[in-house]
């Protein structure tokens, strides 16, 4: 049995998060999508005025065996700030061995730590295996509320005015 631990993700790391988001673009079938890349995410996730973060989990030998990114939140109803999960990942090779487990009940100590009123997420309604791990859990899906994106030229169009 392989024994995890789970820590802060650094800048160091950002080869092994860009290799995660594409693996689960991949998974997704949106390989195609993903622009980030190594300097990018290291911009983005450990550069000045960063607001979101990342914590990895590997075997005792330093085995990257899994990732989650993640960031603040805000909640006008609750006065509080939320947790948000922006990407859940674990490795093929590591899957059924409860890291998804781990790493989900990792950010949901940050959460309370940190006087957290929600800890959220999004998940592909086609994707059975996560929504199985997120029901056990005791998760709940959020069906009434319908998610929004404006991006790229739609983005920039709407900016412009």
């Not at 998804?100 to 940050?110: D, E, P, Q, S, T």
């Not at 994707?127 to 929004?148: D, M």
Request: proline share 2%.
């Amino acid at each position: 049995m392989t024994d995890y631990r789970i820590r802060a993700a650094s800048a160091g790391d950002a080869a092994t998060i860009l290799r995660f988001i594409r693996e689960l673009a991949d998974y997704e079938n949106a390989l195609d999508e993903v622009a980030a890349t190594e300097e990018t995410v290291a911009a983005s996730l450990f550069g000045e005025g960063s607001v979101t973060r990342a914590v990895i989990c590997e075997t005792e030998e330093g085995e990257p065996a899994g990732s989650a990114v993640f960031f603040k939140t805000y909640s006008t109803w609750q006065a509080k700030n939320g947790l948000y999960l922006e990407d859940l990942y674990v490795t093929p090779a590591h899957r059924g061995a409860g890291v998804g487990r781990m790493l989900l009940r990792h950010l949901a100590r940050i959460a309370v730590e940190e006087g957290c009123g929600r800890f959220e997420w999004s998940v592909l309604d086609w994707n059975a295996p996560a929504i199985r791990v997120y029901e056990a859990l005791g998760a709940e899906p959020q069906s009434e509320w319908i998610r929004y994106r404006l991006d790229g030229d739609k983005l920039e169009k709407f900016a412009a005015g």
